[in-house]
Each structure stands twice: as structure tokens, then as C-alpha cells.
Nanobody
Framework: QVQLVESGGGLVQPGGSLRLSCAAS????????MGWYRQAPGKQRELVAH???????NYAEAVKGRFTISRDNAKNTVYLQMNTLKPEDTAVYYC?????????WGQGTQVTVSS
């Protein structure tokens, strides 16, 4: 059974930083492209970034230059370092494989950017 468990969210002021983690089990993690997604209130879930099995990365325009995705295949974990956060980054953040698998969604972690 696949489990993706996100953590690290919270309340942060504009301009602040957070580091999200996603621990994976039940999949051969090192072979998968992994992605971070987010869903803001009233909006569709969107892809934020993805990282290949060997570390090649791709980012949505809205986060380019501010967010960094990384992975540790030995720990079956993918990370999202978020800097210079903006109120429009407020959302529930999820990890999943890329392209997403609807059976793999976890609970997500809430990120709120507000003063």
C-alpha cells in the first residue's frame, strides 16, 4: 500500500520560509519522478514542482526562483524548500508521483502565509 505523508507546513509571515517533507512508502521511490502540488481555497490542485529520479527539476512559473525541490532516495523522502513566501502561496501542499496518481494522495500539509 502506497503512503505519502507530508509534513512541515504552518503559519508564516510574508517573506518567510518553510521546508516541507514528504515520506514515501510502498513504492520503489528511487525510480519515480516525484512532484509537489498545491490546492488553494476555491481553486484546482496545481503542480508546483517535480524532480526526476536523478535530480532534474522543473518548476511552475509562480514559484520559480523561490522554491527548491530536492530528494533523498536513501530516505524515500522528497522536500520542498519555500523561500520569500507570498500570501498567494497559501494552500494545502501535497506530494505525489509525477504525473499524479489519484490513488496516492495523502492528507497534505497546510501552508498559510499571512501577517
Amino acid at each position: 500500500q502506497v503512503q505519502l505523508v507530508e509534513s512541515g507546513g504552518g503559519l508564516v509571515q510574508p517573506g518567510g520560509s518553510l521546508r516541507l517533507s514528504c515520506a514515501a512508502s510502498g513504492i520503489l521511490f528511487r525510480f519515480y519522478v516525484m512532484g509537489w502540488y498545491r490546492q488553494a481555497p476555491g481553486k484546482q490542485r496545481e503542480l508546483v514542482a517535480h524532480i526526476s529520479s536523478v535530480g532534474s527539476t522543473n518548476y511552475a512559473e509562480a514559484v520559480k526562483g523561490r522554491f527548491t525541490i530536492s530528494r533523498d532516495n536513501a530516505k524515500n523522502t522528497v522536500y520542498l524548500q519555500m523561500n520569500t513566501l507570498k500570501p498567494e502561496d497559501t494552500a494545502v501542499y501535497y506530494c505525489n508521483v509525477y504525473p499524479q496518481n489519484s490513488d496516492y494522495w495523502g492528507q497534505g500539509t497546510q501552508v498559510t502565509v499571512s501577517s
